[in-house]
């Protein structure tokens, strides 16, 4: 196996692509990501703010806005996992595969509390519409993310086995509009050298992109599911099923929270994709209060957190969460507490 050959063409890759994210950071986003309503509004904020260097800040913290981002896929694409972005929540609607070619990661599923470890030559296959994210752990870790669309994916050129393929079982439901359980597998790779040149051949036609690349790729993927079919029960380390996702009423009150200083009812709403006055009510019904209520509850609390902890003026208070006349805000306080800002800020400071 020509492993070095690997290792340089994963490194040159890796090097070309966390240039282009710190010279055309928003240009990345917007290729990358579906833009939801609460991102923008989010980008709007910063911008009212004057404070633009929190839009090229932590990107961990600029993408959970608004929940897990779909990411947008037009065509295949392989790449190593880039380490500086660290671990971020997400979904998509393709197919991914994730091999630890060196080192080991950290693989969440659904939320930042459920993970478990993905060793050295174990590969994940995640079906779309999970949400999942990836911790780099170790020394120089290679982390190698294949994304498949739909129409890379030649199933029907297997026959029907005779017996009970998982994978087979697996690119069915995903490619069935009708099944909408998501799923993800997890294998441990023995045979690491036909693995690494079938990445190897994937990575040079992505990038070189000859004459009939997608072909090529697309004959490169057959083989790769092929040998998945025929993985031993006991290389297979987990089948995992997960039952559809609902509308959660914690992650929209999390969504709420995180972005209290500009969300809108509209934007949740658009962004969860329900309608407002059925969102309203299922906020009321939880909270026994309203999206406004409970808004003005949220922005209150971090406003007496301000007055304690820091020297910033009700007018920079104001601003901070979500508020752009100091005066309104003054009223609003003075209404929810029964003293001013000024009063709270002197008592707690006696």
């Not at 998501?182 to 990038?207: A, G, K, Q, S």
């Not at 993927?221 to 009423?249: D, G, P, T």
């Not at 929209?252 to 200083?261: A, E, G």
């Not at 409970?294 to 922005?299: A, G, K, V």
Request: hydrophobic share 35%; net charge negative.
């Amino acid at each position: 196996m020509r492993q070095e050959e690997l290792v340089r063409v994963i490194e040159r890759q890796d090097e070309k692509n966390t240039r282009f994210i710190k010279e055309n950071f928003r240009q990345m986003i917007e290729n990358e990501f579906v833009v939801g309503n609460i991102l923008i509004s989010y980008l709007d904020f910063i911008e009212k703010n004057n404070n633009p260097e929190l839009y090229y800040g932590d990107f961990n913290e600029l993408i959970k806005k608004g929940g897990p981002p779909t990411k947008k896929l037009k065509d295949f694409d392989i790449s190593k996992q880039i380490t500086s972005q660290g671990m971020y929540l997400h979904k998509h609607t393709y197919i991914e595969v994730d091999y630890v070619y060196r080192g080991c990661c950290t693989y969440y599923i659904d939320n930042e509390t459920n993970a478990f470890q993905l060793k050295e030559k174990e590969l994940c296959i995640v079906n779309q519409n999970v949400v999942h994210g990836i911790e780099i752990q170790g020394e120089d870790p290679i982390v190698i993310k294949c994304m498949i669309p739909f129409e890379y994916i030649e199933i029907d050129q297997f026959p029907k086995p005779g017996q009970e393929v998982v994978v087979m079982n697996f690119l069915r439901h995903a490619m069935n509009e009708n099944i909408t359980k998501p799923t993800y597998l997890i294998f441990r790779i023995e045979d690491t050298e036909y693995m690494e040149e079938l990445i190897y051949h994937m990575f040079c036609e992505f990038l070189g992109k000859p004459y009939g690349w997608r072909r090529a790729v697309k004959n490169h993927l057959s083989n790769l599911f092929l040998y998945l079919m025929r993985v031993k029960e006991e290389e297979l380390v987990q089948a995992v099923e997960m039952e559809e996702e609902n509308l959660n009423i914690t992650k929209v009150l999390d969504c709420i929270r995180k972005n209290y200083q500009y969300i809108t009812l509209r934007d949740l709403a658009k962004d969860f994709h329900f309608h407002e006055n059925y969102l309203s009510r299922m906020i009321k019904q939880h909270c026994q209060m309203s999206f406004r209520e409970l808004l003005c509850e949220i922005r209150i609390k971090e406003a007496k957190k301000l007055l304690m902890d820091t020297e910033l003026s009700v007018t920079e208070i104001s601003a901070r969460i979500g508020y752009q006349k100091p005066n309104f805000f003054f009223k609003l306080f003075k209404d929810h507490c029964g003293k001013t800002p000024i009063e709270f800020r002197n008592e707690c400071r006696r």
